[in-house]
């Protein structure tokens, strides 16, 4: 294990398509539960700096949503495939190596070795959840399809064969995400406060 804190209680593993919604519902956790106990662990992040670092690009304008990422997408899918299949928890451990909170909340698994290399870490504390939303609704939000990325692992990695413990509709027409999280919310309260 690398240098970390105690660590966490509870460790909340959320996937989804992109422009499901996935920032937006763990953002939401964050500012519920505080930053003095939860954080969020980004996979992407660490992967976005090492591509950067490798390929000198602006790791801002990776790690934001313009297009400046998306015309680097492809390759920097390739090329952390790459590193996952010599290191499958290369990302993970380089994502939670700063995390001290009692909760975190992983905003981006996209893979099913993600999902693995936590629930082997972190088999008791672990539970994974699901954002969906239609596709007219990520259409609203900015999003089309990409060959080569919306057809990759890296988005269709956990369609399938992954039995989530919460799903969650991010839709204005589906259930109030305050009371989807309602039970996320909970446990997370109940987790920090056993000893």
Not at 75 to 85: A, C, K, L, S, T
Not at 120 to 143: D, I, L, M, Y
Not at 159 to 185: C, H, K, R, S
Request: hydrophobic content about 35%.
């Amino acid at each position: 294990m690398d240098h970390r804190g105690p660590g966490p209680k509870l460790v909340l593993v959320f996937s989804g398509k992109r422009k499901s919604g996935k920032d937006y519902v763990t953002d939401l956790i964050l500012n519920r539960l505080g930053a003095e106990v939860c954080c969020i662990v980004r996979l992407s992040g660490p992967l976005k700096q090492q591509y950067a670092q490798e390929h000198g690009l602006d790791l801002e304008q990776l790690l934001g949503p313009g297009p400046y990422k998306e015309q680097y997408r492809a390759d920097m899918i390739r090329w952390g495939e790459g590193r996952r299949r010599q290191d499958p928890g290369f990302f993970c451990r380089l994502a939670t190596r700063g995390a001290q909170q009692p909760v975190w909340v992983v905003s981006d698994a996209r893979r099913l070795s993600d999902l693995q290399w936590f629930w082997a870490e972190f088999p008791q504390q672990t539970r994974c959840v699901r954002v969906q939303s239609s596709e007219s609704t990520r259409k609203q939000r900015g999003w089309s399809f990409t060959k080569g990325v919306d057809d990759a692992d890296s988005e269709c990695g956990l369609d399938e064969g992954v039995t989530f413990d919460w799903t969650i509709t991010n839709e204005a027409a589906g259930p109030p995400l305050e009371e989807q999280l309602q039970p996320i919310l909970t446990l997370a309260l109940e987790a920090t406060s056993s000893s």
